[in-house]
């Protein structure tokens, strides 16, 4: 369905239900309804529309993305292993020199060695050397 459609049809659908609001007050419903004043709620139509749309173009595709990193990022610290270059938050880049189950022990430098926790880990590390090659 395209968008112009679904506005046409959009539009329509207001303009019947305000019809209908002002007809009832005409055929005598003592005018509870307040004659020709269109039904309030009518008019949140439009804005419950828009955030359904608003919803469904921006918000759910940000929260799709976000899972899906969280997945990887889950997969990258369950799969860590000695020997990978990894990156922190904090921007150190070092070598796993330990694992453990909450803990990793980075080696930055030949008798540098500093612990993180696991969640630290931000992205496995790749040299621009070996990305040429």
Do not use: C
């Not at 139509?45 to 990022?73: D, N, S, T, W």
């Not at 020997?83 to 150190?92: L, P």
């Amino acid at each position: 369905m395209s968008w112009n459609r679904f506005i046409v049809g959009l539009n329509d659908f207001l303009t019947i239900a305000q019809v209908g609001d002002v007809g009832a007050a005409e055929n005598g419903d003592g005018g509870a309804s307040g004659a020709g004043q269109p039904n309030p709620l009518v008019s949140l139509i439009p804005m419950v529309v828009i955030g359904i749309v608003f919803y469904f173009i921006i918000m759910r595709p940000q929260v799709k993305a976000q899972k899906e990193k969280r997945q990887l990022h889950e997969q990258l610290l369950a799969n860590l292993k000695k020997n990978d270059k990894v990156v922190t938050v904090g921007g150190i880049i070092g070598t796993v020199a330990e694992v453990s189950e909450d803990r990793v022990t980075l080696k930055t430098d030949d008798n540098t060695r500093i612990r993180f926790t696991r969640n630290s880990i931000q992205e496995l590390h790749i040299d621009r050397k070996d990305a040429g090659k």
